[in-house]
């Protein structure tokens, strides 16, 4: 349906730490019935809780993909 719908945000902040944020009502319950929003959940959790960076591979990645 193309009238739903919903957001997710992640900002890195200093020091390693970041803000994750969901921008659907359902997303809590949704956690217990939908296993792509589980996994996403579970990934965000295990990077919070990990001593890396929120975004360190993706800024190498992004950093390597660059035309030179």
């Given amino acids: 349906?193309?009238?739903v719908r919903a957001d997710m945000v992640l900002v890195p902040g200093p020091n390693g730490?970041?803000?994750?944020s969901t921008?659907?009502?359902a997303w809590a319950g949704a956690?217990?019935?939908?296993a792509d929003v589980s996994r996403i959940m579970?990934?965000?959790l295990d990077r919070f809780c990990s001593s890396r960076?929120?975004?360190?591979?993706?800024?190498?990645?992004a950093?390597?993909?660059?035309?030179?």
Avoid: C, E, T
């Fill in 53 to 61: 960076a929120l975004l360190d591979d993706l800024r190498a990645r």
């Fill in 42 to 44: 579970a990934n965000v």
């Fill in 63 to 68: 950093a390597s993909a660059v035309p030179r």
């Fill in 1 to 3: 349906n193309a009238r």
């Fill in 17 to 20: 730490g970041g803000v994750f």
């Fill in 23 to 25: 921008g659907s009502i």
């Fill in 31 to 34: 956690l217990a019935h939908d």
